[in-house]
């Protein structure tokens, strides 16, 4: 018997991925800009982890609410473009026929066989049809609200928490260094990750992430050296 041929694709990992991602390097990036901006406006210790706290919270809260209402809107738009499409199915049959066979036509089947495959396919789920082929919507890439916002919310306090815990471990003449160096290991191993999870190169995807988040850096803690020499 011939045997099965098993593959893995990491379409399924989009949705979630890109939301953790986004919510890990918000974290380490704004969090750290954070603290080092105070930090260099001579700020106390205590003053630099309860400012890193806050803008640990706040974050969150906003990376989950701004990441639910995207993503809501887009699964509103999937939901009305269905609808519009089980009442085409039930209305104008002929045509939404015609039209699934036309891509598969421009596919690259014959006529003959996209119309049969066509047939098929409408007499199996016409509905999941027109979705996969017509709009482009799947269950792999579907849009998952609240998935989306709980991975935000939590990517982004993992990262925050990263350079909130060296602030508390760090003497305040040295954290500004400390802070500044090892959220580049962490943005690049987060790089590193998220490239060879979503089968990218590795190297390029740590070094786009760090190559933004030291510049983030650098201009908000040259920001605060200037209110620090300021005040």
């Known amino acids: 018997m011939p045997r099965h041929h098993h593959e893995r694709h990491r379409t399924d990992r989009i949705g979630w991925l890109r939301a953790a991602v986004l919510g890990a390097n918000d974290g380490i990036v704004s969090t750290a800009s954070l603290v080092l901006g105070v930090a260099a406006a001579h700020a106390s210790g205590q003053n630099i982890l309860v400012a890193g706290v806050a803008g640990l919270v706040a974050g969150a809260m906003s990376m989950a609410a701004g990441e639910y209402v995207s993503v809501h809107s887009q699964a509103d738009s999937e939901r009305a473009e269905l609808a519009r499409e089980h009442l085409e199915l039930q209305t104008q049959t002929e045509a939404e026929h015609r039209e699934l066979a036309a891509i598969y036509v421009g596919r690259g089947l014959d006529p003959a ?119």
């Not at 979705?131 to 792999?140: F, H, Y």
């Not at 191993?189 to 933004?212: C, D, S, Y």
């Not at 983030?216 to 209110?227: D, I, K, Q, S, W």
């Open 113 to 231: 066989l996209a119309r049969q495959v066509a047939d098929q396919l409408m007499a199996h789920d016409a509905l999941d049809a027109h979705a996969r082929d017509e709009l482009g919507i799947t269950e792999a890439l579907k849009a998952r609200p609240l998935q989306a916002a709980g991975a935000s919310a939590l990517s982004f306090a993992v990262g925050s928490a990263l350079p909130l815990l060296v602030v508390a471990l760090s003497p305040v003449a040295t954290l500004l260094p400390l802070v500044f160096a090892t959220s580049l290991v962490f943005l690049a191993v987060l790089g590193a990750v998220a490239a060879w999870a979503g089968g990218a190169k590795i190297g390029v995807g740590a070094m786009r992430i760090t190559f933004w988040g030291a510049l983030a850096m650098a201009v908000t803690t040259g920001v605060g050296m200037l209110f620090g020499t300021a005040a």
